[in-house]
C-alpha cells in the first residue's frame, strides 16, 4: 500500500493514522494529523479502490450505498497492513520497547473504512475519529469493543453523510461495548475549524 509516515517524538507512544475522503490520497491529512496531537507519529495512507480516477478505500453503488463485499475485502488488507508496521523500519520509535496507541482519523469515506476496520478487525486501533462517517456495514459477528473508544462528528445539514446512518453507526458501537462521543455540528459534509478543535480537544485522552 501506499503511504507516508512522519516519525514523531521517540518519546510518544501515540500513532495516528490518517484515512483521507474521495479523491484523498495519502498525504491529504498528514498535516492535519501533526498538529491534533503534537509529537504523535502519523502514517497517512491511500485507498486502492479508484473511481472515476479518484482514490476511494472501497467501492460503491450510489452515494451511501456500498459494496459491503469490497469493505470486507479492502478492510482485510489494510488491517494486514497496520499489523505489519513496515513503515517503522529505520525510524526512531523502531526500537522502542512501549506499545504504540493506534488511533485512526478518517474523515468521510475515511471515516467509514475506519469504522469498518473497528468492526471487522479492531485489533489494529485503539480508538477511532469519523468525521462525517457513516455505517459501512453490520457485521455477521459483533465484535467485543469493551476498551475501544471512538469520536463521531456529523453535520446536521450533510446531504453525503445523513445522521440516520451515523446514528445507527453510534448505537452499534455501543451494543459492541465501545465508548462512544456524538457530536453534531450545524454543517454540512464539509469540515469546519470547529471540527479540528473538537477532535483536538478528544485526543488528549491518548497523548
Known amino acids: 500500500m501506499k503511504y507516508l509516515y512522519v516519525p514523531g517524538d521517540e518519546r510518544s507512544s501515540v500513532e495516528l493514522l490518517m484515512l483521507h475522503g474521495t479523491g484523498g490520497d ?16 502519523v502514517l497517512g495512507v491511500r485507498g486502492e479502490v479508484n473511481e472515476s480516477g479518484m482514490n476511494r478505500w472501497f467501492k460503491r453503488y450510489a452515494e451511501g450505498v456500498f459494496d459491503v463485499s469490497s469493505i470486507i475485502e479492502e478492510s482485510a488488507k489494510l488491517a494486514e497492513f497496520l499489523r505489519g508496521r513496515s513503515w517503522l523500519e529505520g525510524s526512531a520509535v523502531a526500537g522502542n520497547d512501549f506499545e504504540v496507541r493506534r488511533i485512526a482519523v478518517g474523515y468521510s469515506n475515511g471515516a467509514n473504512i ?31 469493543l469493551f476498551g475501544k473508544k471512538v469520536f463521531m462528528v456529523n453535520g446536521k445539514m450533510d446531504d453525503m453523510g445523513p445522521l ?14 465501545a ?4 457530536q453534531e455540528l450545524p454543517t454540512g459534509h464539509q469540515l469546519s475549524r470547529l471540527d479540528f478543535e473538537l477532535c483536538a480537544d478528544w485526543l488528549r485522552q491518548f497523548a
Open 114 to 144: 475506519g469504522g469498518a476496520l473497528m468492526l471487522l478487525a479492531s485489533d489494529v486501533l485503539d480508538g477511532l475519529v469519523m468525521l462525517r462517517g457513516m455505517l459501512p456495514l453490520v457485521p455477521s459477528e459483533l465484535p467485543s
Open 164 to 177: 440516520s446512518s451515523a446514528y445507527r453507526m453510534r448505537d452499534l458501537l455501543i451494543e459492541c461495548g
Open 179 to 182: 465508548e462512544v462521543q456524538f
Open 26 to 41: 495519502e498525504s491529504s491529512l498528514v498535516e492535519m494529523g501533526r498538529s491534533l496531537v503534537p509529537g504523535a507519529s
